[in-house]
């Protein structure tokens, strides 16, 4: 069996060659992958990140990928309806199971350039298509003329679409032998985008999207040598279409803490984007307030694109609009801005009521608790 980031759903964890890079249930970077160190290598060899075994995987429609015959998909549904249930989402192997993940690629591209040379798999390149498609609803849906500035009402017209031929979208990605899989993964990437109701827009429509690339991970589509390209590649141009979203229909943010939350939208890629900037030679956390900084790198780096977008959106001077991240600026090194924005992000997004309130759990992030072995 190859490597894959997550095993599948209900398979057996071995100590061999097929040992996922997030173990289910550890909620923790994996550090006893093969192949690892070359993930986090200077750079000096760019495009050599795959592992050895995974050269030799098969196709992603071998039969050899399918997952265990017990295993049974489900539509994802709301568990987590009261404060107190709040303590049974952070035992849940979907908690551990989620955080791992967003580890473990926060782990992959650590001191990598957006422009840094990596494996691009055939699913890559699928879920690529998949949001290129979302992009052009959008062009297909201009926004309407109504009194009310903000939550353009076209937005519903493209959220309908989406709803409509979301498990069509999924099932290019996912190969036909796992195709019990995309009713129960549809539902994240319906959940990813906002909500049509409000026409809103926060982490946790995010957290949707990681949860459903995560789910990806667990029926093997996506693999051990595909983590660097789920957050340069997918992950990126689902922002990229998330922001388009976002102007085109004036989407509220959701749930906003206005000048004390980190952003309005987005939370990951200030994760992943100041991993990639640790132990960067001249860019230090002081630089990103630096305009003439962000214009000349935020091409190679997350975390400068989202202040480069932050700064286009809204006026008056950074430390008023953007308080939390004028503070994060004065930080001594990217590595300390790293861990403190993921214990931020458990504080203020992953232990919020208000966001979890809306996850969904399944087969896949299921809600029982930790099994342990």
Known sequence: MSSKLLEPAGAHLSSGSSEPLVEP????????????????????APGRSKMAEGERQPPPDSSEEAPPATQNFIIPKKEIHTVPDMGKWKRSQAYADYIGFILTLNEGVKGKKLTFEYRVSEAIEKLVALLNTLDRWIDETPPVDQPSRFGNKAYRTWYAKLDEEAENLVA????????????????YLKESVGNSTRIDYGTGHEAAFAAFLCCLCKIGVLRVDDQIAIVFKVFNRYLEVMRKLQKTYRMEPAGSQGVWGLDDFQ???????????????????????????VNENHKDYMFLECILFITEMKTGPFAEHSNQLWNISAVPSWSKVNQGLIRMYKAE???????????????????????SG
């Not at 249930?25 to 290598?41: M, N, P, S, T």
């Not at 309130?357 to 099994?371: A, E, M, Y």
């Open 172 to 187: 290019t990605v996912v190969p036909t032998h796992l195709a019990a899989a995309v009713p129960e993964v549809a539902v």
């Open 349 to 371: 997004c992953l232990e919020k009521f208000p966001v979890i309130q809306h996850f969904k759990f399944g087969s896949l992030l299921p809600i029982h608790p930790v099994t």
């Open 267 to 293: 939370f990951l890629p200030f994760i992943w984007g100041s991993s990639q900037l640790i132990d960067h030679p001249y860019l230090e956390p002081r630089h990103f307030v630096d305009e003439k900084a």
């Open 25 to 44: 249930g550890r909620g923790r970077v994996g550090a006893r992958v093969k192949g690892e160190r070359g993930l986090q290598a200077s750079g000096s």
